[in-house]
């Protein structure tokens, strides 16, 4: 009797010593999960003015705090991330800027892992905090008038 | 200086799974192969595990150490610590201890005809091959079907019809190989939701090939010729044979 020894959906999450590209997967599935949930609440929350200005102002109302804008700022920083690595993942899954084919030597370097994908993986991290910033800015500063 | 093995077993008369701790004294330059050889010989006879080349050509050894998928004998201690974890790959069913069950990975391996793939094969001379159109798919085809990319694979181990890193990566080793002819049925077999269109580019295949195969980069190139590059297949010359007449002879 052999055992079923299936990585499952625990797979997908381990992250503790692999790959920055691994970690870049997680982080699409995941951005890719919330921002379709929140879609889903986007429709529900816009659908309110079809009952009148006064629901949907005093929704907005409602909606115009710390914990809903922190939501927003999440949602901000995933949709900005799944955008950008999607764009990243349009090249690299067409077999492009992941390195040529070349004959192996010691030490043994898996050039797809190592290619100019691999740095506008970087990139995207970097200027997803960058947009993120400005979500804050706009959400906590502008909106809810915060004072540091 | 003694080390601490802790082997994740399974008993498959008593469908039991358990952890078993052994002390091994260290050699220097010792390898986890050599650990295991010492634990069978002198420890524990009932262990089980596979292994035949000890010298990383096989890929019989194939474990989980540490958590990272490598080959047992190609891996020294010193590399991995005093405290040492073995468990058995992932996503193969486990016959015992360490040794796991490969059928359904070569199942794969075979329906993408992992050979030479003419309509009219002649068998009275070889083909003809230059020293560049080797070096196009050479790096592929030194996979020693270890399948330590089949258990890393995080999408192999939802979908069990994936073909997986190491059927896709042979496939286009014949795609790329120009004695092989019809490249266009090779990539109707793989142009499917569970073939190339199932990787989402996770690269843990790439990091645990012990030979650099680069699966990764190879099913990511098949998905563009699929999409956008299936002309460039024509331009994928075909090896005649030695008899016939040849540019570069
Ligand atoms: S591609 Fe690499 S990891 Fe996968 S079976 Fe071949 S040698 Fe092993």
Redesign the interface.
Known sequence: ????????????W?I???????LL?IL?RLSGVVVGLYFILHIFETSTILNGEEDWKSLMEFLKNPFAHTGLLIVAFLSVFHALNGIR?IF?????L??K????GYP??????TGIQRKMGWFVILLTFILALYAFYHLFIVSLGVRF | MNLKFRILRYDPEEKRRYNQEYAVPFRKNMTILDALLYIKENLDHSLSFRYACQAGLCGSCGMIINGKENLACQTKIEEVGKIIELKPLHNFPVIKDLVVDFEAMFAKHSSIRPYIWREQEKFDSEYLQTPEELERFIMVASCINCGLCYSSCPVTGTDKLYLGPHALAQCYRYIMDTRDKDKKKRLDIIDSPHGIWRCHFAGECSEVCPKGVDPAYSIQQLKGFALLRRNELKRISVAPLKKEKRKFE
């Not at chain 1, 052999?2 to 997908?12: L, P």
């Open positions: 009797m052999v055992y079923e020894n299936s990585r499952g959906i625990r797979g997908w381990e503790k010593g692999k790959n920055f590209e691994k997967f699409h993942l690299a899954e067409q077999g492009l992941i390195g084919m070349r004959r192996q043994i370097v898996s050039f797809s892992l």
